[in-house]
């Protein structure tokens, strides 16, 4: 398996086609101002040293000692052997609101980013457990599957925002019954899933699907996020605010946190509900209650004993300059006064 250190590094390989183009209009710039001096013929023998070819030449083994470099920066590391792991862990589906309201600004900085930082942190606590996301707000869909790989649920998480769901809404049914569908409830692992969101325009029947979810055996847990007092929905462009969302009289539509609701569907789905605050996310409290589910012990294969290949690509880089180095931009008269094909014919 192949994998790099530092990922960030491969970023420098979208320099290549600045370096290209940067190549290509000096190359036109010159043959534009040799033309400019007269006669292609005359003028070629007047510079008989030029050479076209050779600074393309040169400038290829430049850009493929780039390209290496970068990648061997990077540090490219493969897994020399395959070792099984016994994994003991239930199933855990995160189910996060999307919709606008979530961008209200009674939690720092508001509510979704307090929320996707505190399953940040959460995530950083797993081990074995198994990990999904869906999100919601008119309708669901699934971010990331159950998975392990806990790397690519941070990167996931990241990517999260209000856009990813052009229906706005509330839609906690339709995302319950989609992580229900997401499960797989062949391999015995006890589940649960999280809700986090505000609970506003709550639009399906939640606890009907909570229900169907506690009778296939799966706890649904809440986390309210917002206040009672509530907060203006902002309205954003770029990333900037530019004012607040209005109602049909024009005063500013304040989102306020649906406690009650948080606590029927945790009711129906025989899991708990906490609310969110700046200091507490209560996802500890949740995983409390997650950890009395049921956990399975499953083999998995990972990859171990990964190894450095840097030194390869350093290496080959270091050959391709110095290869570059001593490759002239001019002819050598000497080597180009040799004939070695060329028959003399005598003269009778």
Do not use: C
């Not at 290496?68 to 855990?92: C, F, H, M, W, Y």
């Amino acid at each position: 398996m192949l994998r790099f250190a530092n990922t960030e590094y491969l970023w420098g390989l979208l320099a290549i086609p600045l370096l290209l183009f940067i190549f290509l209009r000096v190359a036109w710039w010159k043959r534009k101002a040799i033309a400019s001096l007269g006669n292609k013929d005359v003028v070629a023998q007047m510079m008989p040293q030029v050479s076209h070819s050779r600074p393309t030449i040169k400038f290829i083994f430049f850009i493929l000692a780039y390209a290496i470099l970068i990648i061997g920066i990077a540090d490219p590391q493969l897994g020399s052997k395959t070792e099984d792991v016994k994994r003991k862990g239930a199933d855990l589906m995160i189910l996060l609101d999307v919709s606008n309201s979530m961008l209200a600004q009674d939690l720092a900085p508001n509510r979704l980013e307090n929320a996707k930082r505190a399953l940040a942190q959460l995530i950083d606590k797993l081990h074995d457990d198994r990990i999904g996301i869906i999100v919601f707000a008119g309708q669901a869909y699934v971010q990331l599957p159950v998975t392990t790989d806990y790397s690519a649920a941070k990167l996931f998480l990241n990517t999260i925002n209000t856009d990813m769901v052009p229906t706005q809404g509330t839609a906690i049914g339709a995302a319950i019954n989609l992580g229900l569908q997401s499960f797989d409830f062949k391999n015995g692992t006890g589940k649960s899933m999280i809700i986090i969101t505000d609970g506003e325009n709550h639009e399906d029947d939640a606890v009907l699907a909570a229900k169907e979810a506690l009778s296939r055996g799966v706890t649904v847990n809440v986390v309210g996020v917002g206040s009672e007092e509530g907060a203006p929905i902002p309205i954003l462009q770029n990333g900037k605010q530019i004012g607040f969302h209005n109602d049909s009289t024009g005063h500013p539509v304040v989102s306020k946190l649906n406690e009650a609701m948080g606590k029927e569907i945790s009711e129906a789905g025989s899991g708990v509900y906490v609310r969110a605050n700046n200091a507490n996310s209560g996802l500890n409290i949740v995983m409390d209650q997650i950890a009395k589910v049921q956990r399975k012990m499953t083999d998995t294969k990972q990859f171990k004993d990964f190894e450095d290949r840097f030194q390869f690509f350093l290496a080959i880089t270091f050959v391709l300059l110095l290869v570059e180095f001593f490759i002239s931009n001019r002819k050598n008269m000497r080597l180009s006064k040799i004939k070695l094909f060329e028959v003399e014919v005598k003269q009778p």
